[in-house]
């Protein structure tokens, strides 16, 4: 499955919001610094899904905000 994320690193709080079947916004506290939030992201939605981490991938957007991720 892939889904469309809207990633706000550096947040207050970790959070993941489904806003529709395929879109969310997942907020980290990790800074866009050295892949930190991409990691974070890839950790909140595997928690989110009940996943391994190996089974969530980011395809798209490694360096946006806006990003397209791949769940097994």
């Not at 706000?8 to 919001?17: D, H, I, L, N, T």
């Not at 909140?44 to 969530?56: D, K, M, W």
């Amino acid at each position: 499955m892939r889904i469309f994320v809207k990633v706000k690193p550096a947040a207050q709080e970790e959070s993941v919001e489904k806003i529709d079947e395929i879109n969310f916004k997942v907020q980290v506290k990790e800074p866009p610094v050295e892949g930190r939030a991409n990691a974070a992201v890839v950790k909140a939605l595997a928690e989110y899904f009940g996943v391994s981490q190996l089974n969530v991938r980011i395809v798209s957007g490694y360096t946006s905000r806006s990003k397209i991720v791949e769940i097994k």
